[in-house]
């Protein structure tokens, strides 16, 4: 893969400290949903620093956008969502990786777990869902801290028919929410996921400790582990 230009076109504001960044790559060949790429930076010393960053939306033509979580201490993340404005360009290489990624074909039922700023692949591939001509099931498990970290709120509570969509809170819940403040367990699985005799397709994103109480969870509730993909970060 070489490193491709990619011009910004616009900003979205998700989150307090999340920005959708979408970009348009002229050059760029596709992705599939769950995909990811390598951002560069360079400064005028020379010096560079790179970062991976999931792909939130489908393919759609030349454009490729990004969610972008800020690290107060990071080296790129501040400068993506604070620094870089439309019109400016930065280096991209992608797509990259074939195993976490959602093929339409697939006619089983899919289970979303996303952690956090996890929820970004995953988005993808709801997105995916919303204009595919298989319309299968989905059911998205998202864990969050509080109300205000939660990402792509509005497009979320508008989901169609065969995509339900489940919260978990652990810090903080809003007014109204009759479920549980706490980390994700079986009980929240049984309730909002899909059974194992349906066979789902599982797919897990967050934080490391995320990503391996959940997968545990899952193998724990008899889901076959070669159904289970995961990717962490952190």
């Not at 107060?72 to 074939?98: A, F, H, N």
């Not at 988005?123 to 299968?136: N, P, Q």
């Not at 066979?199 to 899952?218: K, M, Q, R, W, Y």
């Amino acid at each position: 893969m070489k490193w491709l230009i990619a011009t910004l076109v616009a900003k979205i504001r998700e989150t307090s400290t999340a920005e959708t960044l979408v970009f348009d790559i002229p050059d760029w060949p596709g992705h599939l949903p769950g995909q990811h790429v390598d951002v560069r930076l360079t400064a005028e010393d020379g010096y560079s620093a790179q970062r991976s960053y999931s792909i939130a939306t489908p393919t759609d033509g030349t454009t490729v956008a990004l969610t972008v979580q800020n690290v107060d201490d990071g080296e790129v993340s501040p400068y993506l969502t604070g620094v870089l404005e439309v019109g400016e360009q930065v280096e991209m290489r992608g797509p990259i990786g074939g195993w976490f990624v959602w093929n339409e074909s697939d006619p089983a039922p899919v289970l979303l777990l996303a952690g956090g700023s996890g929820v970004v692949p995953l988005m993808s591939m709801l997105r995916a869902r919303r204009t595919a001509v298989r319309k299968t099931p989905f059911r998205l498990v998202y864990s969050v801290r509080t109300p205000a970290e939660v990402m792509y709120a509005s497009e979320l509570r508008s989901m169609p028919g065969g995509i339900d969509v489940a919260y978990r809170f652990t810090r903080e819940a809003p007014d109204g929410y009759r479920g549980r403040v706490g980390r994700l367990t079986s009980d929240d699985l049984i309730a909002d996921g899909w059974p194992a005799e349906f066979a789902p397709s599982c797919f897990v994103c967050g934080p490391t400790g995320f990503v391996e109480a959940a997968a545990d969870l899952l193998v724990q509730d008899g889901h076959l582990p070669p159904r289970i993909k995961t990717e962490r970060f952190g």
